[in-house]
């Protein structure tokens, strides 16, 4: 099979570098963002770089490891990447726990910024 689309080579670049940061030290999550973008993180919505770092920076954990199980990319007729991410993480010395992410990717001023992000932990109510 012949090389993957260019929007899947992008999508899957992005997905490698963000976890790797967000793994080693999130804080510098912010250059991967702008102004604009809006991240809501298991119903909590905020907008805004510096929002979004904040946000990041204050989950109650000091060590996180991302595993990504599968990840998919599609173009969108704006030119667009939308990027979904499914995995499993390890945070401290809790147990490992599935997780969903979605990304959407714009190309401004030749870099790569995620415009939107959503995540959601993996869990079931079997109540």
């Not at 809006?38 to 954990?61: H, N, Y």
């Not at 490891?65 to 939308?82: A, E, K, V």
Request: charged share 15%; net charge negative; hydrophobic share 35%.
């Amino acid at each position: 099979m012949g090389d993957k689309p260019i929007w899947e080579q992008i999508g899957s670049s992005f997905v490698q570098h963000y976890y790797h940061i967000f793994d080693t030290d999130r804080t510098q999550l912010g250059s991967l963002y702008i102004d604009a973008s809006c991240l809501t993180w298991e119903g909590q919505q905020c907008q805004g770089k510096t929002a979004i770092v904040e946000k990041l920076s204050s989950l109650p954990f000091q060590k996180i490891q991302h595993s990504i199980t599968s990840q998919d990319h599609q173009p969108t007729p704006d030119s667009c990447i939308l990027s979904m991410v499914v995995g499993q993480l390890k945070a401290d010395e809790d147990p490992i726990i599935g997780f969903h992410q979605i990304f959407i990717l714009k190309n401004i001023n030749d870099a790569w910024v995620c415009t939107n992000d959503m995540f959601r932990l993996a869990l079931h109510n079997y109540g």
